[in-house]
């Protein structure tokens, strides 16, 4: 009712919108009449519920296009936490997952059309080839698509991809790295912009007309998994839209991630900040010039001290979850 609301007030399409909140109001009567005990019966009110959210979410008019830029991708045995069996806590973490090694060679780059109805699909890199570089007059086949970006014009899109076949753990090589390409939006003129045995990611078009992106260009490894796997950090760097004048914008030593550009043309990102805290609680967003100038966190950089977090109870916790996996300190989480 409240999303209903909300989009009344944004302009919403009238006629539409009253049919849902008509459709809410009569499952509303339905649900206080039946009180139902019965689980089945409370999961279909719930899921009939989520199915006209997700019908007036689609009434908003801020969606006003008809096609969504996707990446699909995946890595190798996924993570300790959400797939516990493995015993692996490299794949899916949120620094790992972008080394090219732990990429599945599979996925792709898409546009979903009629999103809102039965989508068409379209592979854009299907018959795409590489104009330059080392991949000149290949097709970026059997490897992996990570995080693209749009053109303010929509025209261009920018997009990591790397060439990994196997899990080859902690083996960093121009194979088996991200490197950032450009294709136009109607999959024609691939360019390749980075290469490399040093990883480049999270690419983000800016309105100075250059390209930021995340890359391991800037050395050393975070504190974390030093016993079995050297984490390399990657920071803000920015470069001309043909890949040339490669800087950084970032000289920060841990991990940070997914440029973006607020409505003030400043740059927004996030970071794994250990600085003053524990190391599992400093996930944070950022902000700095187009220049890399004057980063800050708007929100506050300090989380409630580490002595009030109890680190027993977390332990507890963790084995209660996980059971026959060793607890290893708050790296395990």
């Known amino acids: 009712k409240a999303l209903a609301e909300h989009l009344e007030k944004a302009g919403a399409d009238s006629q539409k919108l009253s049919v849902l909140k008509a459709d809410l109001e009569k499952l509303a009567t339905a ?5 139902s005990t019965d689980e089945q019966k409370a ?8 199915a006209l959210r997700r019908q007036l979410a689609f009434l908003n008019p801020l969606l006003n296009f008809d096609d969504v830029l996707v990446a699909a991708r995946g890595t190798f045995e996924g993570s300790i936490r959400s797939l516990p069996r493995t015993n692996d806590g490299v794949g899916g973490h949120m620094s790992n997952q972008y080394f090219g090694f732990n990429t599945i060679p599979a996925g792709g780059l898409f546009v979903f059309k009629n999103w809102r109805g039965t989508p068409q699909v379209v592979d854009l890199l299907k018959d795409a080839v590489v104009q330059n570089g080392r991949w000149q007059g290949k097709k970026l086949e059997n490897g992996s698509v990570a995080t693209p970006d749009l053109s303010f014009d929509g025209k ?7 060439a990994n ?11 088996n790295t991200f490197h950032i390409f450009t294709i136009n939006a109607d999959g024609t003129d691939l360019r390749q912009l980075t290469d490399g045995t040093e990883g480049d990611f999270d690419p983000c078009f800016l309105p100075s007309g250059r390209i930021a992106f995340i890359s391991e260009r800037r050395g050393g490894h975070i504190r974390c998994f030093a016993s079995y796997l050297r984490v390399r950090n990657y920071t803000l760097f920015d470069m001309e839209q043909d890949g040339s004048d490669i800087r950084p914008l970032s000289y920060f030593e841990t991990s940070e991630w997914n440029p973006s550009v607020n409505n003030d043309g400043m740059i927004v990102y996030s970071r794994w900040d250990y600085v003053d805290r524990e190391n599992c609680i400093g996930g944070r967003f950022w ?3 187009p220049d890399g100038t004057n980063p800050r966190a708007p929100h506050g950089n300090y989380p409630r001290p580490f002595s009030t977090i109890d680190a ?6 963790f084995e209660k979850e996980f059971p026959g996996i060793p607890w290893q300190g708050w790296g395990s989480r």
Request: glycine residues 2%.
């Open 156 to 162: 261009k899109i920018a997009f990591a991809w790397s």
């Open 31 to 35: 649900w206080t009449k039946e009180k």
């Open 165 to 175: 076949q196997a899990h080859n753990l902690n083996r960093y090589a121009q194979d």
């Open 312 to 317: 027993k109870q977390a332990q507890q916790q």
């Open 287 to 289: 902000i700095a010039g």
């Open 43 to 50: 999961k279909a009110y719930y899921y009939t519920a989520c």
